[in-house]
């Protein structure tokens, strides 16, 4: 597996799928190895996807500094790859809390960024996260689900009170709960790094108002993508995520959940492939 040196050199690894223009991807989590993005429902037949294992994940060494586990300190890291990679300017993708560093990275280094996505993510960089209502509003649409009855209770005391999470919750991730969704959830205990997960937001990750300032400058465009299905974001909270760029569009996927390639990989390749190609 390729690899190349953080700043602080420690060892990161990527991994690479498919062929033509490279496509940087960042991972969600947080701090879950990119196997789990697979081919990203097939858009490496459009791009050759750089996935980044961020560190202490995957194939990437753990740092010496745990600190450095933090979403900020890691922009650094993207950068480093970046430069690897020997490309003057990058398309970038974040999934999930991979979003919030795409928009740290963004915000810090706009004249690096050719064209940005944000798949299902719940922008805490800018100090917008996904209520439990909004949560709540997007497990009620599941209500007809054989599974429904037996979860939802549970997943409203688990929102509202706190607590260990129960694997009945799973499906609500999903827009379609079925074996290749289950296949996809179920190596998930297996992919993320607890310890980093826990310091990846910790005291001091994110300036929001820094941040919006920086990104209402940002000339790159911009994809705000959200599942029909998904309770972070709603898709009028992805709409509210968009208005803090100057150059952003929304798509809202239908039947979709948090990871929209597993729902309708068709789907998912083709609209985000025509936004990356779009102007090229």
Do not use: K
Not at 87 to 109: K, N
Not at 123 to 137: G, N, V
Not at 168 to 178: E, Q, S, T
């Amino acid at each position: 597996m390729p690899s190349f040196l953080a700043p602080d050199g420690t060892r990161l690894a990527y991994r690479l799928r498919g062929d033509g223009a490279p496509l940087v991807v960042l991972p969600g989590g947080p701090m879950r190895h990119s196997g789990y993005l697979g081919d990203l429902g097939g858009l490496a037949a459009h791009r050759r996807l750089v996935l980044l294992d961020l560190r202490g994940t995957g194939a990437s060494q753990t740092p010496a500094d745990p600190a450095t586990y933090r979403c900020d300190r890691l922009v650094d890291d993207v950068e480093a790859l970046r430069v690897h990679l020997g490309l003057e300017r990058m398309d970038l993708l974040g999934h999930s809390a991979g979003g919030s560093l795409a928009m740290l990275y963004a915000a810090r280094r706009p004249d690096r960024v050719a064209r940005l996505a944000l798949i299902t993510a719940t922008p805490w960089a800018l100090d917008m996260p996904a209520t439990t209502e909004d949560r709540l509003d997007a497990a009620r649409l599941r209500e007809e689900e054989p599974w429904f009855a037996a979860a939802f209770p549970a997943f409203e005391r688990w929102l509202r009170q706190g607590g260990d999470f129960d694997p009945r919750f799973i499906p609500f991730f999903y827009g379609r709960w079925d074996e290749t969704a289950a296949e996809h959830a179920a190596r998930d205990e297996e992919e993320s790094n607890e310890e980093a997960a826990e310091r990846y937001g910790s005291e001091g990750a994110y300036d929001p108002p820094a941040t919006r300032a920086a990104l209402a400058t940002l000339t790159a465009p911009v994809l705000v993508y959200a599942g029909e299905l998904d309770g972070g974001p709603r898709p009028a909270f992805a709409h509210r995520t968009a208005e803090v760029f100057p150059n952003a569009e929304v798509a809202v996927q239908p039947g979709a959940g948090h990871y929209p390639w597993v729902d309708d990989a068709q789907w998912f390749a083709r609209r985000t492939a025509e936004f990356f190609s779009s102007g090229s």
